[in-house]
């Protein structure tokens, strides 16, 4: 058994530990603390040899099962002090100990990057399942609600697959705990959905990670947070939401490819080859999936649920037109100024062209007209909401770019921003025409 493999089985031996916790929560909290402070200070012996990842073995000191022990002696001190649930505790320590196991085991296999991060998902997702059934049972539960368990399973899994793919190892507090969150929130929400549904929406979803990286149009990171994403607007908004959400990355994918090599001769060409990151992806759609969570939370808030509807396709309508704006203007060579109209180089912040802005025009006409066929509620008037607000969140972003994007603000945070703007516009047109 090779050293990596090993050692992530240890890992993982530790982490089942995490399974006692419906017994004796608080003797779970004391054993990883005390495991943690024996990490600090054995710095040699079968123990040390056993986990020392390569880092611990420069500094003689097993941080690495320290910082994993103390992280989760902290979440098994959210239990008692804040009722974090039990099974959201047990499944997010063992997605990512046994996530951690299935993906050194896939690295002895292969070399691929998405075999390795397909393998922390599976494992991972097998774990958490297998502990929130475990867990109910030791506290007397004689049944689970297989569909939700299935769906946090998926959801934890994605999200620390993701985190792994942009942190390092010894990172794994901040994984462990932004699990637990996102769990946590998804158990207070009290999400609804059938078997089929939950099914169904994994096997969509994956397809359409799994197309879009083999496509080349996201990056391996890209691509976990496309299907994260999508994941949660199927599973928390529905299958109407998802078809607004999947135009733009269907779209806005394809055209970053057209005529590629023309716009890396402007210079204005996305890097590795227009396959896109986390971070482009999260720019673009981390306002429409804020506004989803809103719609699922929506017997807790004092808003109608129409509202963050039209929030959402708003930031997605934004996000269209940028995109296309971005990607069909690239090509031309008579790019202007935004705020001066004054001519400038292809690929300057704020530049724009005719071309340009009549694609990003038809990009959030064509989402406001998937969101008319879809939604009874949007109507003909809604969708001239939603174009609307995909033109202005636009036009914000071309203001940005000229004005302020640069050193200190980048391109992910100005598309954050102009999505932002164009939910903003799109809620507020609506409630002003008396949508809702």
Do not use: C
């Amino acid at each position: 058994m090779k050293g990596s493999v090993r050692r992530a089985a240890a890992f993982a031996g530790v982490g089942t530990l995490a399974l006692a916790a419906p017994l004796l929560v608080e003797g779970v909290a004391a054993l990883f603390a005390a495991l943690g402070a024996l990490a600090l200070v054995v710095d040699d012996g079968p123990l040390f040899e056993l986990f020392a990842r390569p880092s611990d073995r420069q500094e003689r000191r097993l941080r690495g099962l320290a910082a994993f022990s103390f992280a989760t002696a902290g979440l098994a001190m959210l239990v008692m002090l804040v009722d974090l649930p039990v099974q959201v505790f047990a499944a997010t320590v063992v997605l990512l100990a046994y996530g951690n196991l299935t993906e050194q085991v896939a690295r002895q296999r292969t070399t691929s990057a998405i075999g390795a991060t397909a393998a922390f998902a599976v494992g991972g997702f097998l774990a958490a399942t297998a502990a929130q059934v475990i867990v109910p049972t030791l506290e007397g539960v004689s049944t689970v609600d297989g569909p939700e368990v299935v769906f946090l399973a998926a959801s934890g899994a994605l999200l620390a697959a993701l985190l792994r793919s942009v942190l390092f190892e010894r990172d794994d507090p901040l994984v462990l705990f932004s699990v637990a969150l996102l769990l946590w929130l998804f158990t207070s929400l009290a999400v609804d959905v059938t078997p089929s549904e939950i099914a169904i929406a994994i096997a969509v979803t994956v397809g359409f990670g799994y197309l879009s990286w083999a496509l080349d149009t996201a990056s391996v990171t890209g691509m976990l947070t496309g299907v994260l994403l999508a994941l949660l607007t199927i599973v928390l908004g529905g299958y109407p939401w998802f078809a607004v959400l999947i135009s733009f990355f269907a779209l806005g994918g394809l055209s970053t490819k057209f005529r590629y090599d023309q716009k890396r001769e402007n210079g204005v060409a996305e890097a590795n080859e227009g396959a896109r990151g986390g971070g482009n992806v999260l720019g673009n759609a981390a306002v429409a999936l804020v506004a989803v969570l809103a719609f699922a939370a929506r017997t807790h808030l004092p808003v109608d649920g129409g509202v963050f509807l039209f929030a959402f396709a708003g930031s997605i309508a934004t996000a269209m037109s940028d995109t296309l704006s971005s990607e069909i203007g690239g090509v031309f060579d008579d790019p202007r100024l935004i705020t001066t109209l004054e001519p400038v180089e292809p690929g300057t912040d704020g530049g724009v062209t005719w071309q340009g802005e009549l694609a990003g025009a038809a990009g959030a006409s064509f989402v406001a007209v998937i969101a008319v066929a879809l939604f009874e509620a949007v109507g003909v008037l809604g969708g001239a909401v939603v174009a609307l607000a995909g033109v202005g969140g636009m036009t914000v972003d071309s203001l940005l770019g000229a004005t302020v994007e640069g050193e200190t603000v980048g391109n992910q945070t100005v598309n954050f921003l102009a999505t932002l703007s164009g939910a903003i516009l799109g809620a507020a047109l609506a409630l002003l025409v008396g949508l809702p």
